[in-house]
């Protein structure tokens, strides 16, 4: 019994921890440092009636900018963190609300909706859920600061679930870039996507050992860019996560037009 006291309070500390790592700006613009911010929480162990043991965890791990312009770092690291935020759901939410809170009280949050559905079904086999979300800069230039955030979640169910988020910002206002900040003609810009979404879909298609076929994406609708476009050092990565696009089965899907490939419609102000 001791032991599991032991192991209930080591299972329920909350960590926070920074490491530090440098990545450099080009042209003349200062030094920025990226800090990998990390949370870590396990749920009590919930031991069955058979001698199983099911524990629910969460794993959080998220960049955070410092040097440079001072207010701007911070206007970025705000956004990025309400990002993290609103991508911690619950199996109640049916649509995407904004999250206020720390990040601690919704990361406890997650672990006791579990715990409070095992609860209600102690007759069931259960398995742990466990949130893993993974962020990084993707890009970082005198003009575009770019980042990524991944989460894959299992919840229950035939298989989990993956989700990534792409956010870029103006690296001298710390504002995020709308898609007409990146390029001066959006129409000009779905055409050029969509000739390559589908150049990129044939050759998975056909690496795959089966036929492209129009109808078996965007669910019937025609062809839309997806919600996450990030800008790089070479250009554009369009990625559409698993259901936006297609079936499950296709997993996430994404392509890439270069500044080459985009051309005039490219604006100079984020190249």
Not at 1 to 16: E, G, R
Not at 171 to 177: E, H, I, R, V
Not at 179 to 207: H, P
């Amino acid at each position: 019994m001791k032991n599991l006291f032991l192991l209930f309070l080591c299972s329920t500390v909350f960590m926070a921890c920074q490491s530090t790592k440098d990545t450099q700006t080009t042209e003349t613009a200062a030094t920025i440092k990226v800090d990998s911010i990390t949370y870590k929480l396990e749920s009590p162990p919930m031991i069955s009636k058979e001698g199983d043991t099911t524990i629910s965890s969460i794993s959080i791990n998220y960049p955070k900018l410092s040097g440079g312009d001072e207010a701007v770092m911070t206007k970025i690291n705000t956004q990025i963190e309400q990002m993290v935020k609103d991508q911690m759901f619950s199996m109640d939410d049916t649509v995407q609300t904004t999250k206020t809170g720390s990040i601690e009280a919704l990361a406890r949050g997650f672990l006791k909706e579990f715990e409070d559905l095992a609860k209600e079904n102690v007759d069931q086999a259960s398995i742990g859920w466990d949130y893993d979300g993974t962020g990084d800069t993707l890009l970082i230039s005198p003009k575009v600061i770019s980042i990524y955030y991944q989460v894959f979640t299992f919840t229950g169910g035939a298989h989990g679930n993956s989700n990534i988020t792409y956010l870029n910002f103006n690296a001298q206002t710390g504002d995020l870039l709308k898609l007409t900040d990146i390029v001066s003609d959006t129409t000009a810009l779905k055409k050029i996507a969509e000739l390559k979404f589908e150049k990129t879909q044939k050759a998975f298609t056909k690496d795959n050992n089966f036929e492209f076929n129009k109808t078996d994406y965007f669910w019937g609708s025609p062809f839309f860019l997806p919600t996450n476009i990030a800008v790089t050092k070479n250009g554009l990565v369009f990625l559409y996560n698993p259901y936006e696009a297609a079936a499950y089965a296709y997993g996430s899907i994404s392509f890439d037009l270069t500044w080459q490939e985009l051309g005039a419609i490219a604006r100079k102000e984020i190249r």
